[in-house]
């Protein structure tokens, strides 16, 4: 399965390549090799799995099998895209994800070790608009035991180590859910939960224990991992060959076709032909090393928590081979506001600040003015937008996401987790900020004093009446889950008044690519004429967004990442 680029031979041929391999990328691989292809997956990085092993890896596919009994439809589906997408993105693309993607993941599951649930409350992110649903849309990947992947463990790409506790050992959402109840024992019924929970977390940590016995990290598998490690070893039952560590310096054409690809590895060079096709899976063009700065808004992003594989090299020669970007869309690309820390081996440490923290009660966000200029309790992908167009007439890049200590206790703040201890490095290393008045705060971040104390007055007469008149938080469903459903009379507002006080601050962080290759809705990549580019085709953050810069639910990018590819899939095949 894991070749060696020197060990092909120098005609070697496949059916079918795919350059990338995060979750469409290998996705893309499975499904040709479902389609009794012989395929070869090259990743330009030593990891499997991309920015995917680094996500949450919900996948937003409406009306697959896990949407039955909530009442959607694919016309209330087709109605909320519509609605959330408008004419940023072309609305054929559209239909032809909400037609295969039930499909797509049927096969998956099928005929893969992929398996997928719905939680019981996951609302789209624009709940304002019709067709949005609280369920059934957005999937994940199910827990998974890493030891069946057996040699091939090493290659999948670790999680980011703050989203992981006590050296490796991962956590999702329900795991969470758990250690917390375990800290508050203060909280209505904790007696009662606690057993389950204390239960849940001896199972973790034994297993975590035994599996540092034997390597450098934990083995159970969740979120992105899980999703990786199934792709991986599902493409392994299925013989597909993987080259990693690789770079593609050309496309091979004939009469206009792309036949093959001309690549290297630490030193060898081969000419690889492709019979039927070229899959580009390679993550978008979000670090090439002049068009981040062309064309992401302005002043340039300095951070991405997205994983380092995404360098647009196979844009350059697919522009070279007739191809174009896609226009019109709302953003270039998804957004997120990051915190940023040095680790102790002087990596960056870049953590986006998804549901965790910003829509907590007590924990608000303001610009240098001290001033709020967002609903915190948004999507990460408006929070972002919000920085961008706010810094316009106030600095708001960075912004400050302000608590106090009990704010901070019990929710934490960025990579300073909840439980109201162990801050002194971060202090001292300037992540975190502490100030035993507000006035105090405001003078260590730069901020104005009198701003941020009138924001906060302000904020605390909202939370005693349960409304945010100014920007409307904890008004949507999407809003409330990313709250405290133990808190009232609103789970996102609390009050900010227990001293010290603490802050973070906050840059807007790109996590994929919103423009990229024109397609048509068979994923082949267009020419300026709209042409397909025969023998061509782009998946994922390759191919321009369905979504036209929108991010109207969890897992928008997957979804059709996974949906398209196994629609370039069968269209090689001759489906």
Same mark, same amino acid.
């Given at each position: 399965?894991?070749?060696?680029?020197?060990?092909?031979?120098?005609?070697?041929?496949?059916?079918?390549?795919?350059?990338?391999?995060?979750?469409?990328?290998?996705? #893309?691989?499975?499904?040709?090799?479902?389609?009794?292809?012989?395929?070869?997956?090259?990743?330009?990085?030593?990891?499997?799995?991309?920015?995917?092993?680094?996500?949450?890896?919900?996948?937003?596919?409406? @009306?697959?099998?896990?949407?039955?009994?909530?009442?959607?439809?694919?016309?209330?589906?087709?109605?909320?895209?519509?609605?959330?997408?408008?004419?940023?993105?072309?609305?054929?693309?559209?239909?032809?994800?909400?037609?295969?993607?039930?499909?797509?993941?049927?096969?998956?599951?099928?005929?893969?070790?992929?398996?997928?649930?719905?939680?019981?409350?996951?609302?789209?992110?624009?709940?304002?608009?019709?067709?949005?649903?609280?369920?059934?849309?957005?999937?994940?990947?199910?827990?998974?035991?890493?030891?069946?992947?057996?040699?091939?463990?090493?290659?999948?790409?670790?999680?980011?180590?703050?989203?992981?506790?006590?050296?490796?050992?991962?956590?999702?959402?329900?795991?969470?859910?758990?250690?917390?109840?375990?800290?508050?024992?203060?909280?209505?019924?904790?007696?009662?939960?606690?057993?389950?929970?204390?239960?849940?977390?001896?199972?973790?940590?034994?297993?975590?224990?035994?599996?540092?016995?034997?390597?450098?990290?934990?083995?159970?598998?969740?979120?992105?991992?899980?999703?990786?490690?199934?792709?991986?070893?599902?493409?392994?039952?299925?013989?597909?060959?993987?080259?990693?560590?690789?770079?593609?310096?050309?496309?091979?054409?004939?009469?206009?076709?792309?036949?093959?690809?001309?690549?290297?590895?630490?030193?060898?060079?081969?000419?690889?032909?492709?019979?039927?096709?070229?899959?580009?899976?390679?993550?978008?063009? @979000?670090?090439?090393?002049?068009?981040?700065?062309?064309?992401?808004?302005?002043?340039?992003?300095?951070?991405?928590?997205?994983?380092?594989?995404?360098?647009?090299?196979?844009?350059?020669?697919?522009?070279?081979?007739?191809?174009?970007?896609?226009?019109?869309?709302?953003?270039?690309?998804?957004?997120?506001?990051?915190?940023?820390?040095?680790?102790?081996?002087?990596?960056?440490?870049?953590?986006?600040?998804?549901?965790?923290?910003?829509?907590?009660?007590?924990?608000?966000?303001?610009?240098?003015?001290?001033?709020?200029?967002?609903?915190?309790?948004?999507?990460?992908?408006?929070?972002?937008?919000?920085?961008?167009?706010?810094?316009?007439?106030?600095?708001?890049?960075?912004?400050?996401?302000?608590?106090?200590?009990?704010?901070?206790?019990?929710?934490?703040?960025?990579?300073?987790?909840?439980?109201?201890?162990?801050?002194?490095?971060?202090?001292?290393?300037?992540?975190?900020?502490?100030?035993?008045?507000?006035?105090?705060?405001?003078?260590?971040?730069?901020?104005?004093?009198?701003?941020?104390?009138?924001?906060?007055?302000?904020?605390?007469?909202?939370?005693?009446?349960?409304?945010?008149?100014?920007?409307?938080?904890?008004?949507?469903?999407?809003?409330?889950?990313?709250?405290?459903?133990?808190?009232?009379?609103?789970?996102?507002?609390?009050?900010?008044?227990?001293?010290?006080?603490?802050?973070?601050?906050?840059?807007?962080?790109?996590?994929? #690519?919103?423009?990229?290759?024109?397609?048509?809705?068979?994923?082949?990549?267009?020419?300026?004429?709209?042409?397909?580019?025969?023998?061509?085709?782009?998946?994922?953050?390759?191919?321009?967004?369905?979504?036209?810069?929108?991010?109207?639910?969890?897992?928008?990018?997957?979804?059709?990442?996974?949906?398209?590819?196994?629609?370039?899939?069968?269209?090689?095949?001759?489906?």
């Amino acid at each position: 399965m894991l070749q060696r680029l020197e060990s092909l031979a120098e005609d070697a041929a496949y059916d079918v390549i795919v350059l990338g391999a995060g979750g469409a990328g290998m996705a #893309a691989a499975l499904f040709a090799a479902i389609e009794g292809q012989r395929v070869l997956l090259v990743e330009r990085t030593e990891f499997l799995g991309g920015t995917t092993a680094w996500s949450a890896a919900t996948t937003w596919v409406p @009306n697959t099998q896990h949407a039955e009994g909530t009442g959607d439809s694919p016309d209330q589906a087709a109605s909320f895209l519509d609605h959330a997408v408008g004419n940023h993105a072309g609305a054929a693309l559209r239909q032809a994800f909400l037609e295969a993607g039930p499909q797509a993941i049927a096969c998956l599951e099928a005929q893969t070790d992929v398996k997928f649930r719905a939680r019981p409350l996951h609302p789209d992110y624009i709940q304002e608009v019709p067709g949005a649903v609280l369920r059934g849309r957005a999937l994940e990947p199910l827990p998974f035991d890493g030891r069946a992947l057996g040699e091939l463990f090493p290659l999948l790409r670790p999680p980011i180590p703050e989203f992981t506790v006590l050296g490796g050992m991962m956590v999702d959402r329900d795991d969470i859910g758990h250690l917390l109840r375990l800290r508050q024992p203060g909280k209505p019924g904790f007696w009662q939960s606690a057993w389950q929970s204390g239960r849940h977390a001896a199972r973790l940590l034994a297993r975590h224990a035994l599996d540092r016995l034997r390597g450098p990290r934990g083995t159970r598998l969740v979120m992105g991992n899980a999703l990786a490690g199934r792709l991986l070893l599902s493409l392994a039952r299925r013989g597909v060959d993987i080259l990693v560590s690789t770079r593609t310096e050309a496309l091979l054409r004939e009469a206009g076709r792309v036949i093959g690809l001309v690549m290297t590895q630490a030193g060898p060079r081969r000419q690889v032909m492709a019979r039927r096709g070229v899959i580009l899976a390679t993550g978008g063009f @979000n670090r090439h090393p002049t068009r981040r700065a062309e064309m992401l808004p302005q002043p340039t992003p300095q951070f991405s928590p997205a994983a380092p594989g995404h360098t647009g090299e196979m844009h350059d020669l697919a522009l070279e081979a007739g191809a174009r970007y896609g226009e019109g869309g709302l953003d270039t690309a998804f957004w997120a506001p990051v915190s940023v820390r040095t680790r102790r081996d002087g990596s960056t440490a870049v953590f986006p600040h998804f549901v965790l923290d910003r829509g907590k009660p007590g924990i608000i966000a303001v610009n240098a003015a001290g001033r709020r200029f967002v609903n915190e309790a948004t999507s990460y992908h408006l929070f972002a937008r919000a920085m961008f167009q706010a810094h316009e007439t106030v600095p708001s890049i960075p912004c400050f996401l302000v608590t106090d200590a009990e704010g901070i206790r019990k929710y934490g703040l960025g990579m300073v987790r909840p439980g109201g201890g162990g801050f002194g490095s971060f202090l001292a290393e300037g992540y975190l900020h502490q100030g035993a008045t507000l006035a105090a705060l405001a003078g260590t971040l730069g901020v104005d004093a009198a701003g941020l104390e009138d924001t906060v007055a302000r904020m605390n007469r909202f939370a005693e009446a349960g409304e945010d008149p100014d920007f409307g938080r904890g008004s949507t469903a999407y809003h409330r889950v990313n709250g405290d459903a133990a808190h009232g009379p609103n789970p996102n507002l609390g009050p900010i008044g227990t001293p010290p006080f603490y802050a973070v601050k906050l840059w807007p962080g790109d996590i994929g #690519a919103a423009t990229g290759l024109v397609t048509d809705t068979a994923a082949r990549v267009l020419d300026g004429a709209d042409r397909p580019i025969p023998g061509l085709y782009a998946v994922g953050n390759d191919m321009h967004s369905i979504m036209g810069g929108a991010y109207p639910g969890p897992g928008i990018t997957l979804g059709p990442g996974i949906t398209f590819a196994w629609i370039a899939a069968r269209h090689i095949s001759g489906h």
